[in-house]
């Protein structure tokens, strides 16, 4: 079990915006995205939290990584679910990368290249983490733009499918999640 060190975040009352410090992989042009998959002590649910940019609809806490944030993924994945949901916990493992589905639909956007991210939505891979939650906080950064609730693995699968997200629905299946059917 790798362990999440908390010196590994500086715990930020406020959220990072804008993209000028944005990884994209060199290779494909895809903004690169971390996040945790936040588990209770059984696995048998999953924090969700609502789209600042779609209301109505529920995803799993993630964001882009960052250039200051060296190579170690998890610092960023780490970062941006205690910004988006307020979570902290163990890193459990790291799941398999998977990637945007929207496939030749995806623009690829040059590094360091602003854009209207409400206009243009890039090709994107995103690295998730598993998190066993150890604290749930009553503040964080996006508590006045986010709710957050618990779901059941078939509860989130439905919510990310009626979000349009198949590509967190890889994730989420490729997790160690306890799997319950409808």
């Known amino acids: 079990m790798m362990s999440s060190n908390?010196?590994?975040l500086e715990k930020s009352d406020h959220s990072r915006v804008g993209r000028i410090n944005q990884r994209y992989n060199?290779?494909?042009g895809a903004r690169m995205i971390a996040g945790c998959l936040c588990f209770n002590s059984d696995k048998t649910k999953v924090i969700m939290?609502?789209?600042s940019a779609h209301p109505g609809k529920w995803v799993l806490p993630k964001g882009g990584i960052e250039l200051d944030e060296g190579d170690?993924?998890?610092i960023s994945a780490v970062?941006?679910?205690w910004e988006e949901a307020g979570c902290e916990g163990k890193i459990l493992q790291k799941l398999p990368v998977v990637y945007d589905k929207r496939g030749s639909k995806a623009p690829v956007v040059k590094p360091r290249t602003e854009f209207d991210p409400q206009d243009v939505v890039p090709k994107s891979e995103f690295h998730f983490y598993e998190m066993m939650l150890e604290d749930?906080?009553?503040n964080w950064p996006e508590m006045d733009k986010r709710e957050r609730r618990w779901c059941t693995y078939s509860e989130a699968k439905h919510e990310l499918i009626k979000?349009?997200?198949p590509e967190l629905?890889?994730?989420l299946d490729s997790s160690s999640m306890v799997k319950d059917e409808y």
């Open 136 to 138: 749930l906080s009553q």
């Open 26 to 28: 060199p290779e494909s």
């Open 72 to 74: 170690d993924f998890v």
């Open 6 to 8: 908390p010196n590994l």
């Open 163 to 165: 979000s349009n997200r």
């Open 79 to 81: 970062r941006e679910t």
């Open 49 to 51: 939290i609502s789209s």
């Open 169 to 171: 629905v890889e994730a």
